[in-house]
């Protein structure tokens, strides 16, 4: 598990680089979470998939898939669990979402955004259908 010190770093350097997350953020997640990446990271799959569905920029969109495949690319085991269980699952919503996403994920993030598809969330066993 991320430890507070790893959880406030990670969400700091979301808001950083997704300034407009930081303004969904301020608005629909309590002053009190923002800081705690389990509950930013799914509000901002969340997020990314509906930019996706309604179309947004490119732009945008893009930064978000460079954002996590370099968070992805430390190889830090503890972020990973952190995403799949939250920032990726939500992006399974979608056959969109699903399309996008298997072509922008590079590396590592594709790799997990694979398993979470499949139903390797928890990291044994495939708990697909």
């Given at each position: 598990?991320?430890?507070?010190?790893?959880?406030?770093?990670?969400?700091?350097?979301?808001?950083?680089?997704?300034?407009?997350?930081?303004?969904?953020?301020?608005?629909?997640?309590?002053?009190?979470?923002?800081?705690?990446?389990?509950?930013?990271?799914?509000?901002?799959?969340?997020?990314?998939?509906?930019?996706?569905?309604?179309s947004a920029?490119?732009?945008?969109?893009?930064?978000?898939?460079?954002?996590?495949?370099?968070?992805?690319?430390?190889?830090?085991?503890?972020?990973?669990?952190?995403?799949?269980?939250?920032?990726?699952?939500?992006?399974?919503?979608s056959k969109?979402?699903?399309?996008?996403?298997?072509?922008?994920?590079?590396?590592?993030?594709?790799?997990?955004?694979?398993?979470?598809?499949?139903?390797?969330i928890f990291?044994?066993?495939?708990?697909?259908?």
């Open positions: 598990m991320l430890s507070k010190q790893s959880s406030e770093k990670l969400t700091n350097s979301l808001y950083s680089e997704i300034p407009e997350f930081e303004t969904f953020a301020a608005k629909c997640i309590d002053q009190e979470f923002r800081n705690n990446s389990y509950l930013t990271f799914g509000p901002f799959g969340s997020l990314l998939r509906d930019w996706i569905i309604e920029s490119p732009e945008l969109i893009d930064k978000c898939y460079s954002f996590i495949n370099h968070i992805c690319s430390h190889g830090d085991k503890d972020v990973e669990q952190m995403l799949k269980v939250t920032f990726f699952e939500p992006l399974t919503d969109q979402s699903i399309e996008l996403s298997k072509l922008k994920f590079r590396d590592r993030a594709s790799i997990l955004f694979e398993e979470v598809l499949n139903g390797v990291g044994g066993g495939n708990y697909a259908k």
